[in-house]
């Protein structure tokens, strides 16, 4: 049973620092492109980052690039977002996924598998 556990958001104040983990069980995660979307209350889902099971390349969102940073430790079965320079518009809650062999990294649809969320809230 594949399990994608993520945790580290919080409450922060603009301009702060957060890293989010997500720690994935019951799957060959070398295999996996892993991704971060997030939602904020009344808005869709957005694409946040994403990593290729080779760790060779990384995409982001134009709102975040600059700012956070993906990476991964395929050795812990574990993905991370680094978030630096927060504003408030981060605000929401954000889930980590799993897209086998990473096609399509850009596009929700494509993930095979979701984490339950964490929430990160950024004030003003």
């Known amino acids: 049973q594949v399990q994608l556990l993520e945790s580290g958001g919080g409450l922060v104040q603009a301009g702060g620092s957060l890293r989010l983990s997500c720690a994935a069980s019951?799957?060959?995660?070398?295999?996996?492109?892993m991704g971060w979307f997030r939602q904020a209350p009344g808005q869709e889902g957005e694409f946040v980052a994403a990593?290729?099971?080779?760790?060779?390349?990384?995409a982001y969102a134009d709102s975040v690039e600059g700012r956070f940073t993906i990476s991964r430790d395929n050795a812990k079965n574990t993905v991370y977002l680094q978030m630096n320079s927060l504003k408030p518009e981060d605000t929401a809650k954000y889930y980590c996924?799993?897209?086998?062999?990473?096609?399509?990294?850009?596009?929700?649809?494509?993930?095979?598998?979701w984490g339950q969320g964490t929430q990160v809230t950024v004030s003003s």
């Open positions: 996924a799993a897209t086998y062999l990473g096609k399509e990294v850009l596009s929700a649809a494509s993930y095979d598998y």
């Open positions: 990593m290729s099971w080779s760790v060779r390349t990384a």
């Open positions: 019951g799957m060959t995660f070398s295999r996996y492109a």
